[in-house]
């Protein structure tokens, strides 16, 4: 279909569905990353209280090298237990904001570290890696691209810092589209000062949107709407459109598919 990457979640339960059937999300990355050739594969986003710092920088090394240099590693905070039960399910206990962002912070470096150099120490106040060494390296250099996921100032901060791409969803599952582009114009405008306050080039950092619940499904109800869609966000600044696959509307496949093969096409051309 010719779709630039494709992305999978990463929780211990579906969170709308905790019972209900749900694959590990790194390793199904891994059998995503074996099976194609061309598409490249990542999460959306890695949850930081699943995995130790290491091991997912690890993790991603591993699937970089099976994937031959198409990994993009996508991190965030995670979701709040009021959202997510996955953390209460594994014995996790709920962090706070504050903390998810200093823990987000050390992981974020880490991580970077790690898939920088064949080792490295560091000694945070969550986490501490004590010359952890990684061989053989990844294949893309000088590391995966790092997908940040961010919506508060402090986790911003940190995107505006580490990220090559940043990524937002705009709104919680269910919110009105004005909201979704209020939203994101607003964190747009924050991620650019931060930008510019610590001297880095906004314009260096990928702008990344997830397009999901009822914004999702009128996208693929027909080409006008998908376009209009892609038109919305794209005045944003946003040059990254991440959609659900329309699984909560299966009668939109064969739009998907169509949209997919001519629609997209087309607008590459802009």
């Known amino acids: 279909m010719g779709f630039d990457s494709t992305w999978v979640a990463d929780h211990f339960v579906n969170y709308s569905s905790p019972a209900g059937p749900w694959f590990d999300g790194w390793t199904t990355l891994a059998a995503l990353a074996s099976s194609t050739s061309r598409i490249r594969v990542g999460t959306l986003v890695t949850s930081i209280p699943l995995r130790n710092p290491a091991v997912l920088a690890r993790q991603a090394m591993t699937v970089d090298n099976i994937s031959n240099g198409r ?11 009021q959202i997510d039960p996955s953390c209460k399910m594994i014995g996790v206990g709920e962090w706070t904001p504050k903390e998810r962002t200093e823990r987000l912070r050390e992981q974020v470096k880490i991580i970077d570290m790690l898939l920088r150099n064949k080792s490295a120490s560091f000694k945070g106040k969550y986490y501490d890696v004590d010359g952890a060494t990684m061989a053989p390296g990844p294949v893309q250099k000088p590391r995966p691209p790092l997908t ?26 269910g919110a009105p589209v004005d909201v979704v582009v209020e939203n994101t114009r607003r964190r747009c405008a924050l991620l650019d000062r931060f930008c510019e306050e610590i001297g880095r080039d906004p314009g260096s950092i990928g702008r990344s ?6 914004d999702a499904t009128t996208a693929f109800a027909s080409e006008k709407n998908f376009i209009e869609t892609v038109d919305r966000y794209a005045a944003l600044g946003i040059n990254e459109l991440i959609f659900f696959y329309p ?22 051309k802009r």
Not at 209 to 214: Q, R, S
């Open 148 to 173: 940040i996921a961010a919506h508060a100032k402090g986790s911003l901060r940190i995107a505006a810092e580490y990220a090559d791409t940043w990524n937002s969803y705009g709104a919680d599952f």
């Open 247 to 268: 699984f909560f509307a299966p009668a939109q496949i064969p739009s998907f598919s169509r949209i997919a093969k001519e629609t997209i096409p087309e607008l590459r």
């Open 209 to 214: 949107l997830l397009v999901f619940g009822a």
């Open 71 to 81: 990994l993009e590693l996508g991190i965030g905070a995670g979701a709040p237990g």
